[in-house]
């Protein structure tokens, strides 16, 4: 019987793809979801456990019943701008699902974890390259909640002997080379999957937020990564720990940024149609440009992003031309 590893969050975007590398890998990954963001129908590379982090007792009947060898904590809101709106939400959410999770973990005796957090707990920082050493300042509940899981998490390593691996995400876009699997959100509120639907005519345009941003063409530069890279890193993640290597935080980008124009004129590339757009104003919550300026992940973990922003966005189209958006 193949070893298990829990992933909350299995059936949402990023962790439906985690699913399909541990059973590669030769793991059963064993989706934990409430359904609120996910897709039952995502769920296709192992067993499903329906529920939400904030339910302890259906919690520590899941450890009990897998006795996973480690969990990969996906699940959580991540729209920036709701997070904005309604802050409350996603300190609740977030906070209480990953305190939860963290004390059941301890009570199983289940010591590994992978966490998903993002560049968003760097917040603005003057144009520089972000490394792990750069200041946590969040600008946006998203990004507070998600640094605040960072340090519970802490607080549990030292407590209970919990390791981690943190890994904090810059964009994340592409789908599954093979398209069995890839983004899909409701609402949508992510650039590619948004030009996309521009580009199919399942949104009249594409709205860009803002063009008065002190960048080269005024629009926002975000550092992409595709979907099967950033897993990658996690399989690594999962056996740096296994190897008794212990806690350790890594930003997982290219190093390389593109302004929202620039992934428009990626897209028109890719598909060779044109993207209808409007130029609209700031999103609340948007910083100015969030690089990765780091070497960690590629000097300690051996990982190093291989797919650049166009096979980002032709891995995506084909997802999206398979129509797996009508749901
Ligand atoms: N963006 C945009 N129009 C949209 C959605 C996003 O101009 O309809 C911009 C957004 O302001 C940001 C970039 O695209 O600069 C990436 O946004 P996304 O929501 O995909 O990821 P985030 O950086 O917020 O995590």
Redesign the pocket.
């Given at each position: 019987m193949a070893e298990a590893v829990l992933v909350t969050g299995g059936a949402g975007y990023i962790g439906s793809h985690a699913c399909k590398a541990l059973k590669a890998a030769g793991y059963l990954p064993v989706t934990c979801d409430d359904l609120t963001t996910g897709w039952a129908d995502a769920v296709k590379f192992g067993p499903f456990e329906q529920g939400a982090l904030e339910n302890r007792a259906w919690l520590d009947a899941v450890f009990a019943r897998w006795q996973p060898v480690a969990v990969m904590h996906f699940a959580a809101l991540s729209d920036?701008g709701q997070s904005v709106r309604d802050p409350g939400l996603y300190w609740r959410r977030n906070i209480a699902g990953a305190a939860n999770l963290l004390d059941a973990m301890s009570v199983a005796g289940c010591r590994h974890l992978v966490f998903s957090s993002t560049c968003?707990v760097y917040g603005e920082q003057d144009g520089v390259l972000l490394d792990e050493t750069s200041p946590r300042r969040p600008i946006n509940a998203y990004g507070a909640s998600k640094a605040a899981i960072e340090d519970m998490i802490g607080n549990f390593s030292a407590a209970c002997g919990i390791e981690a691996v943190i890994f904090r995400y810059f964009?994340v876009a592409g789908a599954d080379p093979e398209a069995e699997i890839g983004e899909f959100h409701r609402p949508e509120?992510?650039?590619?999957p948004?030009v996309l639907d521009a580009i199919s005519g399942r949104r009249p345009a594409?709205?860009?937020?803002?063009t008065d941003y002190d960048t080269p063409d005024g629009?926002?530069i975000?550092d992409y990564v595709h979907v099967a890279d950033l897993i990658e890193a996690h399989i690594s993640g999962l056996d740096w720990l296994r190897a008794g290597r212990g806690n350790a935080v890594f930003n997982l980008g290219s190093g390389r940024g593109y302004s929202?124009r620039e992934?428009i004129e990626a897209a028109e590339k890719v598909t060779g149609e044109t993207v209808p757009v409007i130029e609209g104003s700031r999103?609340p919550g948007?910083c100015t440009r969030?690089v990765s300026g780091s070497r960690k992940a590629e000097d300690e973990l051996g990982w190093r992003p291989r797919r650049l922003l166009e096979e980002m966005i032709a891995d995506a189209w084909r997802w999206h031309q398979r129509g797996a958006y009508r749901r």
């Open positions: 920036v968003a964009n509120t992510h650039l590619v948004l594409l709205t860009i937020f803002g629009t926002c975000r929202v992934v999103r948007d969030l």
